[in-house]
């Protein structure tokens, strides 16, 4: 899995980035370490993201600025998010973000994409975690500022009680 800056900070904030592990290794951009690591250094949830880049979380570096820049141009997002894209195509895995411009460009090229939403329906069904516990972390991550609708929040409760 491929994950973005907006999911680690938010399951970092929570104290749940480790729940990540439960989804296999986990794949960041150097783009991704600079902006919630280096850039971010003294907020929340920092050192935890850190340390779990020194241990189960895999930094890559890509290679061709060229094509993530035209992928940025193209899409109309940032560098960053490009090589998310990038790196999603090339391993063929899911990028897991919370970031609604991201999931958009990435889906239009054809990467499956996860929102932090979807994770937690997805660990339920597959019980990597209980309901109680899912309901705890979606109410966190809200908590913690991570955006959703009141629609998109009931549904996802009521979906998590359906199992």
């Known amino acids: 899995m491929i994950a973005d800056s907006s999911a680690l900070i938010h399951l970092s904030r929570i104290g749940r980035l480790d729940f990540l592990k439960e989804f296999g290794e986990i794949k960041i951009t150097e783009d991704v370490y600079r ?16 340390e779990a880049c020194s241990s189960w979380i895999s930094v890559i570096k890509m290679e061709n600025e060229k094509k993530i820049k035209k992928v940025a141009e193209q899409e109309g997002i ?3 998010d490009a090589s998310l894209i990038l790196l999603a195509e090339e391993k063929k895995e899911i990028l897991l973000s919370n970031d609604y411009y991201l999931i958009r460009a990435a889906r ?3 990467v499956e994409c996860w929102w932090l939403t979807t994770l937690l329906l997805r660990a339920v069904k597959g019980k990597k975690i209980k309901k109680e516990e899912a309901k705890q972390m979606l109410f966190g991550l809200v908590e913690s500022g991570m955006r959703l609708s009141i629609e998109v929040y009931t549904a996802v409760l009521k979906r998590i009680d359906e199992g």
């Open 78 to 80: 940032e560098n960053a």
């Open 108 to 110: 239009g090229r054809g």
């Open 35 to 50: 902006e919630t690591v280096e850039e971010a250094r003294g907020r929340e949830g920092v050192s935890s993201i850190g």
